[in-house]
């Protein structure tokens, strides 16, 4: 046993080293007069030959005294982490620098319990692909959970047919439906609907990736990769505004950092406050790019006997009460291109409308509010708004919830991923619709989408930092776990003789000697997550 399995604390062992099964190792060379201090890296179609002390194209892999290796380390799960921070540890392996300073005491808080799947879970970050399709998944773990053999298949996975769904909470104008969205001046997506206090983008995908100009590739690439991983990009749409998108984090709409999503549309807004606008205000106008609400004429000011104002409304009329089209889609109040509220009002009817009414007209946040009475020619004048209404106002404000960039990731598992995990790839899926396999996205639960093949969605705020790469082909790579019984494992044609103990791929890392990755990090799972063994898939 090394010295480097003697600091991990780990009980004494004689591990066993899985051999590079017949048929799985290096390809020939490609071009016979590659210098001999450079290696070829197979772990993308590109084929980078790698000169020592340097990396690849993808800045993924690089040369290591003649040892290709995995740069980034193999991202580890923990329920619980002493150290915030905790230090990289090199595996027992070929091209493994010595551990930094303080890393070996880091490693002091291990004990037996990290020997069940329970306490630790291997994830995709970091772990190496199965490029080119052929070889078995790096990880193939056997472990132990709640008393049962289990078996975790670990990759990252190289995605072409993926994609970002990106919600924005706001009620400002973004940009007319399908109306592209640019990166650094290139195509990379399109505005698609308009959801209830969001607007929702998708970005990337193949045909961005690969079916336009390099250029729209890169930076499709260059964006799926920043947002990924959490980080800020901004982007323009055409005919509409420019924005700044970081999951995680308020939107920021033409250089303005949004802070409210609306409580609900105008119409929605009107009938949850308007037994508190009833008896403090004669008329409340509730403007919104979708349904203005009119509190007297609305079903709710009707069951609450609140006559009628006599109020006439520009736009079409829905039902009573709401009405569509009052305005066009704006910045200003709720969503619309008004900055003066009374705009919409054409008129007031003679004989119903009285000097002296008290008109409230707000927006669905709350963020504008201005309150008038009607003088002797029927003209509102705007007045200080009593104290009483202020507090409803403000009780919008209080339910809304705050703006919010929410980024989910899209792909579809194809062959490499498959085959990583077993011989015949149909019966991955087939388990997997069957609930016996889930599937997690760097630890995270992934939405699998009902239909044909295994297409996943998930949260990438759920998943590590710095989760996602690139090569490029263009395709972008994400870390994908397949977590099953070991039975269940067996049963679809799984890479069996490539399962390997927990402890091993604790020591040793992945089965492979070319291209694996050379360190591993502690990481505490993220407090909205299950624990990813003994769950369910999350199936549509």
């Known amino acids: 046993m090394t010295e480097h399995t003697k600091t991990d604390g780990l009980p004494g062992m004689d591990l066993p080293v899985v051999p590079e099964s017949a048929g799985l190792g290096k390809a020939p060379l490609r071009n016979d007069r590659m ?80 020997l069940h799947a329970d306490e630790v879970f291997v994830t995709g970050v970091g772990s190496s692909t199965t490029y080119p399709d052929y070889k078995p998944a790096p990880f193939i773990v056997a472990s132990k959970a709640q008393g049962v053999d289990m078996v975790t298949v ?12 990106v919600k924005i909470d706001t009620d400002r104008f973004l940009g007319a439906e399908q109306a592209n969205v640019r990166y650094k001046g290139e195509v990379v997506g399109h505005v698609t609907t308009a959801e209830y206090g969001s607007q929702m983008l998708s970005l990337g995908g193949v045909h961005h990736l690969t079916g336009g100009s390099k250029k729209e590739g890169r930076m499709a690439l260059e964006l799926m990769q920043k947002l990924g991983n959490k980080q800020p990009a901004e982007c323009t749409i055409d005919g509409g505004a420019s924005l700044v998108i970081q999951a995680g984090r308020a939107p920021i709409v033409n250089g303005v950092e949004e802070a409210r999503m609306r409580v609900g549309c105008g119409s929605a807004a009107v009938g949850i406050f308007a037994r508190q606008f009833a008896g403090v ?8 790019d979708h349904i203005t609400g009119v509190l007297t004429q609305h079903q709710a000011g009707r069951c609450l006997d ?9 736009g079409r009329k829905s039902t009573p009460g709401r009405y569509f089209q009052v305005a ?82 899209l792909g579809g598992a194809g062959g490499s991923l498959r085959a990583g995990v077993t011989e015949n790839p149909v019966l991955l899926t087939r388990a997997i619709k069957r609930a016996l396999v889930n599937v997690t996205c760097g630890g995270a639960p992934a939405y699998v989408w009902p239909g044909g093949g295994i297409t996943v969605m998930v949260d990438v705020m759920r998943m590590p930092d710095n989760s996602f790469g690139t090569v490029p082909t263009p395709a972008i790579v994400a870390p994908i776990e397949f977590s099953m019984r070991l039975d269940d494992y067996a049963a679809l044609g799984g890479h069996v003789d490539h399962v390997f103990p927990l402890q091993e791929a604790l020591a040793r890392g992945a089965w492979q000697d070319d291209g694996a990755p050379v360190t591993r990090q502690w990481v505490r799972i993220d407090d909205a997550n299950p624990w990813p063994l003994g769950q369910p898939p999350m199936l549509g």
């Open 35 to 114: 210098s001999a201090a450079k290696v070829e890296c197979n772990a993308c179609p590109v084929l980078c030959q790698i000169s020592d002390g340097r990396t690849g194209a993808c800045d993924r892999y690089a040369n290591r005294d003649g040892v290709l290796v995995r740069v980034d380390p193999v991202v580890l799960l923990r329920r619980e982490l002493k150290n915030p921070s905790p230090a990289l540890v090199p595996f027992a392996r070929d091209g493994a620098e010595p551990a930094a300073e303080g890393a070996q005491a880091a490693e002091t808080d291990w004990n037996g319990d990290l």
């Open 281 to 288: 205000a004669d008329e409340v106008v509730v403007v919104d």
């Open 154 to 165: 670990v990759t990252e996975g190289i995605f072409s047919y993926c994609s970002l769904k």
């Open 328 to 409: 066009n889609p704006g910045n200003g109040w709720g969503g619309t291109d008004i900055a003066d509220p009374l705009s919409i009002i054409e008129g007031w009817e003679e004989g119903v409308a009285k000097p002296g009414l008290r008109l409230l007209m707000t927006s669905t946040t709350g963020e504008h509010a201005q309150w008038y009475v009607l003088d002797e020619a029927l003209v509102p004048v705007e007045q200080p708004m009593p104290p009483e209404v202020r507090r409803i106002v403000d009780r919008i404000g209080e339910n809304c919830e705050p703006s919010l960039c929410t980024v989910l990731f």
């Open 306 to 314: 609140m006559p009628e104002s006599g109020i006439k409304m520009l």
